[in-house]
Every structure is written in structure tokens, then in C-alpha cells.
């Protein structure tokens, strides 16, 4: 740093680009690294307004790993938006078009997740609760409420729908190996299709969908640390 004709001090501007890159190089890894472990820890997911086998999940859950769960999709709240909008910046060149959309239906389709967590938090706190089974009629509402369904639909079209656009427009612009372009594309219906099988495998199928966003992720962050 140096002082300024003012007699200020300036931070070079190298200094605050490299700043940024590492942040949002962070984010890309850091998100879907915290997204993948809060859902590993994450207590079984039940149906969407059953909210008394919501609050019991939470209830027979071991403690310090449903707060580990709690503590990752926090992280992953304030990452996994800066995350999107860099992979759209980091195929932007070559491919504006998808990259712009890409990223714009990252950043929306994430800001909803932190709702979403506090939802998580409801149900946890609601089962430490006395008698917490009274508390499932007003959670499953809540839930199912107008709100929280915007909130949820703008979550699961924004995000997954984003980085099979993203994984396309990184793969036109070669901006990292195709391998981990194709993994962030194929991680949305992989993902997907955890909460539609028979059977709801999402802590296997589910999970595998979002390892390979993390994976797909990796190269993403070395080429925005690389970058000229």
C-alpha cells in the first residue's frame, strides 16, 4: 500500500483483484462443499407438510450433528450465491449469453436456501420443545404456507436449472475440463431425482448429485484463481 496525493492510504488495485478472485474462487468450492455436508448431516427428509414426522427426525437426531447440519447450510447461504454469479463470470467471454442467464438463475434460485435453513431450524428448535407434537399443525401450515412454497419452487427451478446452463456455457467457452463441465450439468438431475424415485433415496442418489457439484466445482475454482 501507499499513501495517496491526499495523504490516504490506497490499496493497490492487483492486490484487491487477487482479494476478489480468492473470495469468490471460495464460494465456488465452499458452497456446494457446505451444501453437501449440511444434507449428509441433514435429519431424514420427510414429505413436504407432514410436519409432525419433521419435528420427530429432528427429535430422535443426534444433537451435535443436526447443529453441524445447521452451522454447513448457514456457510453455504451467504457461498453458494457468490459461487454461481463467478462460474457466470468465468464463462461470460465466450459464452455471454448462457453464462448471464446461468448465473442470474443461480444468485435467485440460492437466495431462498437461507428460508429454507431457517425452516430446518424451526423444525429443531420446535422439537426440543415440551411436547412438541403440538407444534406440528402450525409447522406443516407454515411450511405449505404461500411463502415458503414461492420460496421453494424459485429455490429448486433457480439452482438446478442454473447449473446445467452454467456447465453448458463453461464447456463452450473451455473455461475449465469438460469432465467438470459435465459433472455441474449432470449434478441437477441427479439431484433431482433423489426426491422422485421410489423410495426418496435422497441421502444416496441425492447425495451423489450434489458430490458431483462439488467435484465439477473444483476446476471452476482453479481457473478464477488462474485466470489473465
Known amino acids: 500500500m501507499a499513501p495517496s496525493a491526499h495523504g490516504q492510504i490506497t490499496v493497490p488495485v492487483v492486490g484487491a483483484e487477487r482479494l476478489c478472485r480468492v473470495l469468490v474462487a471460495v464460494s465456488v468450492v465452499g458452497g456446494p462443499l457446505g451444501y453437501l455436508a449440511g444434507s449428509a448431516l441433514h435429519p431424514p427428509v420427510q414429505e413436504i407438510g407432514a410436519g409432525q414426522l419433521t419435528i420427530s427426525a429432528n427429535a430422535g437426531a443426534d444433537p451435535v450433528v443436526n447443529n453441524a447440519h445447521l452451522v454447513a447450510y448457514v456457510v ?118 433423489g426426491f422422485v424415485l421410489p423410495g426418496r433415496p435422497v441421502s444416496t442418489v441425492g447425495i451423489a448429485g450434489l458430490a458431483l457439484l462439488f467435484v465439477g466445482s473444483l476446476p471452476a475454482a482453479r481457473a478464477i484463481l488462474r485466470r489473465p
Open 76 to 193: 453455504a447461504c451467504f457461498l453458494l450465491p457468490i459461487g454461481a454469479a463467478g462460474l457466470g463470470h468465468l464463462a461470460f467471454r465466450r459464452s455471454p449469453w448462457l453464462a448471464t442467464v446461468g448465473g442470474i438463475l443461480g444468485v435467485v434460485g440460492w437466495l431462498p436456501f437461507a428460508a429454507l435453513t431457517a425452516l430446518d431450524d424451526l423444525a429443531r428448535t420446535m422439537a426440543l420443545l415440551p411436547d412438541d407434537g403440538r407444534y406440528a399443525d402450525l409447522y406443516s401450515r407454515f411450511e405449505t404456507g404461500p411463502v415458503m412454497t414461492l420460496f421453494l419452487l424459485v429455490y429448486v427451478i433457480g439452482h438446478l436449472v442454473a447449473y446445467v446452463l452454467l456447465g453448458v456455457a463453461l464447456d463452450r467457452a473451455r473455461a475449465v475440463p469438460r469432465w467438470s463441465a459435465w459433472c455441474l450439468v449432470v449434478s441437477s438431475p441427479v439431484t433431482m431425482a
